[in-house]
């Protein structure tokens, strides 16, 4: 593909070949330019003068120019046209001539291209149904051909599209992540109109909630534009629209605060979907304090929930883990979270999705997982441990009601001799040696395990 010129007016706008006047007329000023560019090293040969120029402007023309020291070496056949501050310009009868053709040619090349880039466009504008409907046929090609090549590509499958309301998937991927890492843990997706309709999934930072959420309505926008489907199997109820409010990024820039855009992109989402849409919300109230948010959160929940009285199929990410005490009164909301492993004070990510809720949001692991440094955590899991004492939003009364979440031994590891022992000490009792003697049996006691 050649370049096309940045202005119509500079010409080079028709290819070469296309019209064989126009490829002569290109050859004579190019041919004429080269002339001059070889002229003035003949001059300087000719006449001994080395400081000779050969030049153009738009006034004069072509010309030769000879400083004034030079002058008496000037050869009789040199014309004099100029004289300028430092010398006297000059033409040759040969020059001229030169310089008639080159400007003629010119002139006439543009001409002639303007012309025929005329008679092309009117050409065009004749035939601009076929062409645009060919440039159309040749889109929907494109896409096409592109899905299917992705489809090869990244093994996927062709979805079953029907009326029902469910949303089966098995092994989802998501499109675009599992071609940015390798090992992507494919997820399942179950959602109907019955008891699965709203699922609510909790889960720590970077666990993969949005991930998540994101495949399940990729997935089905890819089947009901009729393209195969990254999962290894999947069966898409159809739906109208998918409402999405994902991420909380400031957008100050706009003028509109990030948690007022929040509460619009919210509004439109609970004012215009339908039974037959698909919400996803990310995080929702994460952009205001976290009563408010909490409480708006949890007023959305039961709105979607009941929304027309049948509901509306919806995927909820939240960090409010105590939302999750919802399953029970909402009889089609079912909770999931991203299961996590804790190893010691560390956060294994497993990224797969299972059933039931967390009942912590483990911000602070994740905290330490990014190198916050070890006393701000250790400080921030005192405060935690203080707020959630007395408050009405920390780890509810019944969560033992939920289903814990998947930690492998740690939680119910017995609590160890030497700090049961070292809870019984009055250390107001004790005299420092005493205490220090206690000390050095609980280290040797500990030291023994
Ligand atoms: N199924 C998955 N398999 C492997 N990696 C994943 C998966 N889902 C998410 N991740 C990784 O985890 C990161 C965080 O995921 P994200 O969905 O943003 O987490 P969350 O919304 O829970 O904070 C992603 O950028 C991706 O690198
Ligand atoms: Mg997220």
Request: contains cysteine.
């Amino acid at each position: 593909m050649d370049d096309p010129p940045v202005s119509v007016r500079e010409g080079g706008m028709i290819k070469d070949g296309y019209n064989e006047k126009l490829d002569e007329l290109k050859k004579l000023s190019l041919h004429g330019k080269d002339w001059i560019a070889e002229l003035q090293q003949q001059e300087r040969e000719r006449t001994g003068i080395k400081s000779l120029k050969v030049g153009y402007n738009s006034v004069f023309g072509y010309y030769i120019e000879v400083t004034k020291a030079n002058l008496s070496q000037v050869p009789p056949d040199y014309i004099r046209k100029q004289t300028t501050a430092n010398g006297e310009r000059f033409y040759t009868p040969a020059l001229k001539e030169k310089e008639m053709m080159i400007l003629s040619a010119d002139e006439k090349k543009m001409a002639l291209e303007f012309e025929l880039f005329n008679e092309i466009n009117s050409l065009i504008a004749a035939r601009s149904k076929e062409l645009q409907a060919t440039a159309a046929a040749l889109g929907e090609l494109d896409v096409v051909a592109t899905l299917a090549e992705v489809a090869v590509n990244n093994r996927y499958v062709r979805p079953e599209v029907n009326g029902s309301c469910s949303i089966l998937i098995r092994d989802g991927r998501h499109p675009v992540v599992e071609r940015s890492l390798t090992g992507f843990v494919p997820n399942d997706t179950h959602m109907d109109c019955e008891e699965n309709q709203f699922l609510l999934i909790t889960g720590p930072n970077m666990a993969g909630k949005s991930t998540y959420m994101r495949q399940t309505a990729l997935i089905v926008i890819m089947a009901q534009i009729g393209s195969f489907v990254p999962a290894s199997y999947a069966s898409v109820g159809l739906v109208d629209r998918i409402f999405t409010r994902v991420g909380a990024f400031d957008d100050l820039a706009s003028g509109q605060s990030t948690f007022m855009i929040e509460m619009v992109e919210l509004a439109n989402i609970l004012n215009n979907a339908t039974p037959k849409s698909l919400v996803l919300l990310d995080e929702i109230g994460r952009g205001t304090s976290t009563y408010d948010g909490y409480s708006i959160a949890k007023a959305v929940v039961e709105f979607i929930h009941n929304k027309d009285r049948v509901g509306v199929r919806s995927l909820f990410a939240t960090h409010y883990h105590q939302l999750t005490a919802l399953e029970g009164a909402l009889r089609r909301m079912k909770n999931y979270h991203i299961a996590v492993k804790e190893e010691g004070n560390d956060l294994v990510f497993l990224r797969k999705i299972v059933p039931g809720a967390t009942d912590r949001s483990y911000g602070i692991h994740v905290a330490r997982l990014a190198g916050v440094p070890l006393k701000v955590t250790q400080r921030a899991r005192e405060i935690l441990k203080d707020v959630e004492d007395g408050s009405a939003i920390g780890r509810g009364k019944d969560s033992s009601r939920y289903t814990q979440l998947m930690l492998f031994g740690s939680e119910d590891a017995k609590e160890s001799p030497v700090v049961e022992e070292l809870k019984s000490l009055n250390v107001d009792a004790m005299t420092p040696l005493e205490a220090l003697n206690a000390l050095a049996a609980l280290k040797k006691k500990a030291a023994g395990r």
